[in-house]
T-cell receptor, first 116, second 115 residues
Framework: EPEVTQTPSHQVTQMGQEVILRCVPI?????FYWYRQILGQKVEFLVS????????KSEIFDDQFSVERPDGSNFTLKIRSTKLEDSAMYFC????FGQGNSYEQYFGPGTRLTVT | SQKIEQNSEALNIQEGKTATLTCNYT??????LQWYRQDPGRGPVFLLL?????KEKRKERLKVTFDTTLKQSLFHITASQPADSATYLC??????????????FGRGTQLTVWP
């Protein structure tokens, strides 16, 4: 069964450093998302991406964040200057959003980001 | 403010019984409501979706109801098994054509099924 993959599974970085989290969505999906989950908290939407541009972003997704689809398979989230409060599990998700009448999102296993 | 509440942080039931989880929301008008399962350290896994014009949806041992008047969804697992132990997340999708599937999640209910 096709699945969303994410690398790395765990990233430790120092405050102020840049990190890039990588995702490979399901191949025939067209809609991509990033969510984050701070330990013990709810899953929170960051950004959605379609047709090579951002569709919607939350108030969390400030100028320190950016997303890119550099090629036909990868989808990346970059945090330019990490803060302690960026420590969280970051989930990538993809959806075919209506093709075949399905709206569910398929989540990857997550990248645990620890900022020290 | 917008809020999604799931009935309790933890629910413990005996194997074979029916687990009922509640999701209440305020100040949303979701087009879809979805339920996901999340195991520790893993990503959410889609279980069921119900549309605003549907009252009930079933899939194997799972059943979800959606009452847009009460602003509530109930999620049932019948004949529960220890393998059903996980955190169950309610997620609202307010897609109206201008947003593309942004999900608003509740904090989840941690279900433990004991033998």
């Amino acid at each position: 069964e096709p699945e969303v993959t994410q690398t790395p599974s765990h990233q430790v970085t120092q405050m102020g450093q840049e990190v890039i989290l990588r995702c490979v969505p399901i191949s025939n999906h067209l809609y991509f998302y990033w969510y984050r989950q701070i330990l013990g908290q709810k899953v929170e939407f960051l950004v959605s991406f379609y047709n090579n541009e951002i569709s919607e972003k939350s108030e969390i997704f400030d100028d320190q964040f950016s997303v890119e689809r550099p090629d036909g398979s990868n989808f990346t989230l970059k945090i330019r200057s990490t803060k302690l409060e960026d420590s969280a599990m970051y989930f990538c998700a993809s959806s075919d959003f209506g093709q075949g009448n399905s709206y569910e999102q398929y989540f990857g296993p997550g990248t645990r980001l620890t900022v020290t | 403010s917008q809020k999604i509440e799931q009935n309790s942080e933890a629910l413990n039931i005996q194997e074979g019984k029916t687990a009922t989880l509640t999701c209440n929301y305020t100040n949303y008008s979701p087009a879809y409501l979805q339920w996901y399962r999340q195991d520790p350290g893993r990503g959410p896994v889609f279980l069921l979706l119900i549309r605003e014009n549907e009252k009930e949806k079933r899939k194997e041992r799972l059943k979800v109801t959606f009452d847009t008047t009460l602003k509530q969804s109930l999620f049932h697992i019948t004949a529960s098994q220890p393998a059903d132990s996980a955190t169950y997340l309610c997620a609202l999708d307010i897609y109206r054509g201008s947003t593309l599937g942004r999900l608003y999640f509740g904090r989840g209910t941690q279900l433990t099924v004991w033998p």
